[in-house]
């Protein structure tokens, strides 16, 4: 073999093995890498588990800290609250006491009473024997003048001892009972002062109309608008009266219905304001305020159930309620007054030991007919017992409502109390007001009235005018003529007066039989 080829062959050989050694020497230079990549992984790894458990220590430490601090609020808010119920629990053992002690001092008079009648009893027993033996000289005496029989005297003497008896019994009677009503007399004038003393009202005046103010003079002329479209937009879309007349920078805003004054008065305010008066722009805002008004009037229904603390009410009867704010009734605003016999009404029912939550529900409720008699026929009362009725309001309320002026008979404590209630907030100083010379003229011509029938022999207006009583002449107008004539009063009062509210005729014939005894 040529030795140019051996060369070869071993120079190859040698490369070989050459580079078998060195890729040894990469192999394990490279095992030292990845070794020494993984000791620092490695490395990290427990710098970082060590920093995780640091954290989740000083986590832990944080919620134990957290736990604390809450278990210490709930700690101090079950002592607040145990303090609270010790502190409920001693004036309940106060109340216990003075009940007690009412109680120590009723039986106390129970027991005066009950010595009174004893004593009374023998007194009684004492006159029975006065009597028995009376009884038995009358016999004697009886026998020897009238030669009666025994069993004919005891029976004459058994009339006059009934007779005498019944007489003492209805004086014994009749003192009890004066004494009975001077005692509920005392109790009801000191329910009622209660009452007064604990709430004050504010006083109001009388609002018919609303007045608008203006900038200026030159604010009428536009607010008439064109051959007068602005005002007849207005007038139209609100249904109310303008009056613009030579008041200096003044409208008068005329209307029966009190929502719909609001709402021209808020309307024209917006305009004056606003600057645009035209009647696409009326309609506009009329229909903006109308729907505010309605959010207003819901909030202030809710407000005042809320104030009252009555619990759920049906959502029509809160917005009725509301509209009672801007119902006014003899200057007097009827939610406030309304309100007013709510209190009154509920105080006296806790001095009664009454349902205080449902005299203060009829007390609210009692002339929730006047936020719907613009709208609707009939009185105040009717149309109040008939909305109540169909919200499903508890009969105490509805019969409340139905009585409160006398129209039917109260059937509860509670109707009694939201009566007097009324009478109490319009019958204060400054709660009502009207022209004296008007309503001196109202009664003398309702007076007036019911003297011209025949028959009538005088008549009486009573309670501010609600009420006029006739006196007929018994031998002249018999008892089916009394019902004509009533019918008839009312009648011609409702054609001739106008008054506010109504009126109740009441015709009365009577018979009397005197005798003078010389």
Same mark, same amino acid.
């Given at each position: ?33 990845n ?21 989740a220590v ?23 609250e ?11 053992d ?14 106390k ?105 203006? &900038? ?10 064109r ?30 219905? &009190? ?16 600057g ?32 009252l ?60 007919g006047?936020?719907?008699d613009t709208e ?28 409160h ?37 109202r ?30 002449? &018994?031998d ?21 007066l106008?008054? &506010? ?14 005798e003078?005894?010389k």
């Amino acid at each position: 073999m040529p030795t140019n080829v051996l060369h070869l062959i071993l120079y190859i050989s040698v490369g070989v093995i050459i580079g078998i050694i060195i890729m040894e020497i990469i192999s394990k230079m490279g095992l030292n890498k990845n070794q020494q990549r993984a000791d620092l992984i490695i490395k990290e790894a427990n710098i970082e588990a060590e920093n995780v458990k640091r954290q989740a220590v000083l986590d832990g430490k944080n919620a134990a800290y957290d736990l604390k601090l809450q278990a210490e609020k709930e700690i101090k808010k079950q002592r607040q609250e145990v303090t609270e119920l010790e502190n409920k629990l001693l004036r309940r053992d106060d109340a216990l006491s003075f009940r007690e002690e009412k109680l120590q001092n009723k039986e106390k008079s129970l027991d005066d009473r009950l010595e009174n009648v004893k004593n009374k009893t023998a007194e009684i027993d004492r006159m029975k024997d006065d009597l028995q033996k009376k009884i038995d000289v009358q016999i004697v005496e009886l026998e020897r003048v009238a030669n009666l029989t025994a069993a004919d005297a005891r029976k004459e003497l058994f009339a006059k001892v009934e007779q005498q008896a019944a007489n003492e019994m209805a004086a014994i009677m009749k003192e009890k009972e004066e004494e009975a009503n001077a005692k509920a007399s005392d109790v009801a004038r000191n329910i009622i002062g209660l009452a007064i003393q604990r709430y004050a009202q504010e006083e109001t005046i009388e609002r018919t109309v609303s007045v608008v103010g203006l &900038p200026s003079e030159e604010m009428k002329g536009r607010i008439i608008g064109r051959e007068g479209r602005n005002i007849r937009a207005i007038e139209q879309a609100t249904g109310v009266d303008l009056i613009i007349d030579d008041t200096p920078e003044t409208i008068t805003i005329s209307c029966f219905d &009190p929502v719909r004054r609001e709402i021209a008065r808020q309307t024209l305010e917006h305009l004056i304001k606003d600057g645009r008066i035209q009647p696409g722009r009326i309609e506009e805002v009329v229909a903006k305020k109308t729907a505010e008004l309605n959010e207003i009037i819901q909030k202030t229904g809710e407000e005042a159930v809320f104030e009252l603390g009555l619990g759920r009410m049906d959502r029509e009867l809160i917005r009725l309620v509301g509209r009672l704010r801007y119902r006014y009734s003899y200057g007097q605003n009827v939610l406030e007054h309304s309100k007013e016999v709510a209190r009154l009404a509920g105080m006296m029912a806790a001095e009664l030991h009454l349902n205080q939550n449902l005299a203060k529900r009829a007390g609210l409720l009692h002339d929730i007919g006047k936020a719907i008699d613009t709208e609707q026929e009939g009185s105040h009362v009717e149309l109040g017992v008939k909305v109540t009725k169909k919200h499903g309001e508890n009969d105490v309320v509805v019969n409340a409502i139905a009585s409160h002026h006398g129209d039917v008979e109260a059937k509860s404590v509670i109707a009694n109390l939201v009566a007097a209630a009324d009478a109490l907030s319009a019958a204060r100083p400054g709660a009502r007001y009207e022209s004296l010379e008007n309503y001196v003229n109202r009664l003398e011509e309702l007076e007036k009235i019911a003297n011209g029938f025949e028959g009538v022999e005088k008549s009486y207006a009573i309670q501010a005018g609600r009420e006029i009583r006739v006196m007929v002449f &018994p031998d002249k107008v018999d008892d089916i003529n009394c019902y004509r004539i009533a019918k008839e009063i009312k009648n011609k009062i409702e054609d001739e007066l106008t008054y &506010p509210g109504q009126i109740k005729v009441t015709v009365i014939r009577e018979t009397r039989a005197s005798e003078v005894a010389k």
